[in-house]
């Protein structure tokens, strides 16, 4: 019998990441913005009065900070869940938008934290293979044969061809495709997941 197969984005998933960059914005440039108001991160630019170079000069700083990126928390239950669905048997292919550059990096915080383990992969974006985000993570769901994908990009998930559970955050409101269905938290998510494997 095949394996069940959740594909499972990092960013804002598993990983606490807006609310972590979002703090070392504010005290470096001064602002006081607050998480609801995240449209997506590179609108900062745009909320903050900061200027675009200097909005991706300080992100692409931050990138190859390994002290900033081994503090971020995992988000609440993450762990837990995807521990039991391992124990189920269930194959877990972690698939980000992090350039490859953040392998070591991303690596030892999933490893760290409990997340890479026996029965789990992890795919990163290859600018010199890929031209954008999308099109990458739906190639991998394609050669993965990954069942139902777990994500905070609603422009992603649009794009998918199987069940998307999106991780409800203020950048992702909006419309809805009836094959992606908002979940507020990891516990909802594995409820929703339990349900879409007992059809």
Same mark, same amino acid.
Do not use: C
């Given at each position: 019998?095949? $394996?069940?197969?959740?594909?499972?984005?990092?960013?804002?998933?598993? *990983?606490?990441?807006?609310?972590?960059?979002?703090?070392?914005?504010? $005290?470096?440039?001064?602002?006081?913005?607050?998480?609801? +108001?995240?449209?997506?991160?590179?609108?900062?630019?745009? +909320?903050?009065?900061?200027?675009?170079?200097?909005?991706?000069?300080?992100?692409?700083?931050? @990138?190859?900070?390994? &002290?900033?990126?081994?503090?971020?928390?995992?988000? *609440?239950?993450?762990?837990?869940?995807?521990?039991? !669905?391992?124990?189920?048997?269930?194959?877990?292919?972690?698939?980000?938008?992090?350039?490859?550059?953040?392998?070591?990096?991303?690596?030892?915080?999933?490893?760290?934290?409990?997340?890479?383990?026996?029965?789990?992969?992890?795919?990163?974006?290859?600018?010199?293979?890929?031209?954008?985000?999308? @099109?990458?993570? $739906?190639?991998?769901?394609?050669?993965?044969?990954?069942?139902?994908?777990?994500?905070?990009?609603?422009?992603?998930?649009?794009?998918?061809?199987?069940?998307?559970? @999106?991780?409800?955050?203020?950048?992702? +409101?909006?419309?809805? *495709?009836?094959?992606? &269905?908002?979940?507020?938290? !990891?516990?909802?998510?594995?409820?929703?997941?339990?349900?879409?494997?007992?059809?």
């Amino acid at each position: 019998m095949r $394996k069940f197969n959740i594909g499972i984005d990092i960013d804002n998933v598993i *990983s606490d990441s807006y609310p972590s960059y979002l703090t070392r914005f504010n $005290k470096t440039f001064g602002k006081s913005i607050v998480f609801e +108001q995240l449209n997506e991160f590179y609108y900062l630019e745009n +909320q903050a009065g900061v200027k675009k170079e200097k909005v991706y000069a300080f992100i692409d700083t931050l @990138l190859l900070d390994d &002290t900033f990126h081994m503090n971020i928390p995992p988000r *609440s239950g993450a762990v837990d869940v995807i521990r039991k !669905w391992l124990r189920r048997g269930f194959s877990i292919h972690y698939i980000t938008s992090r350039p490859e550059k953040m392998r070591e990096d991303t690596k030892k915080w999933l490893e760290y934290h409990g997340f890479l383990t026996k029965g789990t992969t992890l795919d990163m974006y290859d600018e010199a293979k890929h031209r954008e985000d999308t @099109l990458y993570k $739906k190639e991998v769901v394609e050669r993965f044969g990954i069942d139902v994908m777990i994500e905070d990009s609603l422009e992603i998930a649009k794009v998918m061809d199987v069940p998307v559970f @999106l991780l409800d955050r203020p950048w992702n +409101q909006g419309e809805l *495709s009836p094959h992606i &269905t908002r979940v507020k938290d !990891w516990e909802e998510a594995e409820n929703k997941v339990k349900t879409f494997t007992l059809r």
